[in-house]
């Protein structure tokens, strides 16, 4: 499978716990993003990486939350000390950027559930 | 007031209708403009992108107005199949796309 990969499918944890993520993008592309949806919404944009760099944070993105993408292939995005209003679906895609105009390709997700 | 907006719908519309679904965004800068199908439960995909001369697949069409901010989304003769939500996304260079809430599409028989 060549497309974005994201693990894991499914997360439940208890408040408080902390929770880590990870996305494998599609291996020639050099951006990454981080989105989270909830029900009846339109995926809301946390975070994206050009290579290793971080280019910009959302303010969706509170202290608790932090990703990183160390080598400039895959990424963690790690929520620490987690709420119940964190409860949703975290969408990573990617992308090639400098060939034509830009198209984001998207993982499956990961479903986090708090308690 | 959101950079992205659409009418969430639901629009309800027999096989074989022609559906239009249109969409606004706040930010004159944008310079690239996408339609995004999300399955129940899937990941969002790309449909096509919009242009400004307007742009055709299939029994689908897409219309950029740069002047009013204004995308629209054009579905002829609509098959079950086309039931979804469909997600109008508005892109700025050096930016990340921004995704708007979406509008759900049912096809019924």
């Known amino acids: 499978d060549t497309g974005v990969s994201q693990n894991p499918r499914h997360k439940i944890t208890k408040r408080g716990q902390n929770v880590t993520f990870r996305c494998d993008p599609i291996?020639?592309?050099?951006?990454l993003y981080w989105y989270r949806q909830t029900l009846g919404q339109g995926p809301e944009f946390l975070t994206y990486?050009?290579?290793?760099?971080?280019?910009?944070k959302s303010r969706l993105l509170s202290d608790r939350f932090s990703a990183e993408r160390p080598k400039g292939s895959f990424s963690t995005l790690e929520i620490q000390r987690t709420e119940q209003g964190d409860s949703a679906m975290y969408l990573c895609?990617?992308?090639?950027?400098?060939?034509?105009?830009?198209?984001?390709?998207f993982g499956s997700g990961t479903q986090l559930s708090v308690l | 007031r959101k950079e992205v907006e659409q009418d969430p719908g639901p629009f309800n519309v027999p096989e074989g209708a022609t559906v239009a679904f249109n969409c606004t965004y706040s930010n004159s800068a944008s310079q690239s403009f996408f339609w995004y199908r999300q399955d129940c439960r899937k990941e969002p995909k790309l449909l096509m992108s919009v242009y400004s001369s307007g742009n055709e697949d299939g029994r689908f069409t897409a219309q950029l107005n740069r002047a009013s901010q204004y995308i629209s989304l054009l579905i002829r003769d609509s098959k079950l199949s086309d039931s979804a939500t469909y997600l109008c996304v508005a892109y700025q260079a050096g930016t990340a796309l921004i995704f708007g809430k979406g509008t759900t599409l049912s096809v019924s028989s």
């Open positions: 990486f050009q290579n290793e760099a971080q280019l910009e």
């Open positions: 895609a990617s992308s090639l950027v400098g060939q034509g105009q830009e198209k984001l390709f």
């Open positions: 291996s020639e592309h050099n951006r």
